[in-house]
């Protein structure tokens, strides 16, 4: 007997599943591309100065380009003083016990009654700092940079940290979720259409010509 089918139930032509399934290719590696970056982020961001108590800082300045634009983000490790050589980048209170910090290069490494005194220069800058960095001074040592990454520290750090990660985290698996359940219904509506044209496959002549099947008992 012959049947022809609605409309609405004609299989799409070969040329069209074959576009629709590169977009869902497409699509299914970026949202892989964007889970890891945000896995990444978390790792660099949160997870290792966390347990290895470092400091994530933003580049803000041009005083250490060409090798850390602003924007850079730099990891600062906790170092031992005497540890110090030169060449070493680290990171420096301007005034001992205050807030602010300096992140520049040893030039220099004095000893005076015991007590060692660091010069720093910033790469990009003509001269020396002015003052002299005391051991006291000193918060860490440059440990590892991710360029442009500081401001995405910049964004979550301090009351912003409490809600941006995790809007970010519920928007990035309600996502994923979404590509599930599209490629979940998308399978079961292939089935169906396959049972609707009586077993023939999707790719045959009949199939694309979407126009009548013939079933035979």
């Known amino acids: 007997m012959s049947a022809t089918l609605p409309a609405d139930q004609y299989p799409l032509p070969k040329p069209a599943r074959k576009a629709a399934g590169l977009w869902r290719q497409i699509r299914f590696a970026l949202s892989l591309a964007v889970l890891l970056l945000v896995i990444a982020l978390a790792v660099v961001l949160i997870v290792i100065p966390k347990f290895t108590g470092s400091i994530p800082l933003t580049v803000l300045t041009s005083s250490m380009e060409p090798g850390f ?4 983000l730099i990891i600062v490790r906790p170092v031992e003083v005497d540890a110090l050589v030169l060449g070493d980048v680290i990171t420096y209170q301007m005034e001992t016990g205050k807030r602010g910090v300096i992140t520049h290069r040893i030039i220099a490494i004095n000893t005076s009654a015991g007590e060692r005194t660091f010069v720093t220069k910033g790469d ?17 040592q440059l440990w590892y940079s991710v360029p442009l990454i500081g401001y995405v520290n910049s964004a979550v750090n301090g009351s912003n940290r409490a809600w941006l990660i995790p809007v970010a985290a519920s928007l990035l698996f309600a996502y994923a979720g979404y590509e599930i359940l599209v490629g979940v219904v ?30 035979r008992g």
């Open 69 to 72: 634009p602003p924007g850079t």
């Open 186 to 215: 998308a399978g079961v509506r292939k089935r169906r259409r396959g049972k609707r044209l009586g077993g023939t496959p999707i790719d045959s002549p009949a199939a694309d010509s979407g126009v009548k099947v013939d079933e």
């Open 124 to 140: 990009n800058n003509g001269a020396a700092d002015a003052d002299a960095v005391l051991e006291a001074q000193v918060q860490g």
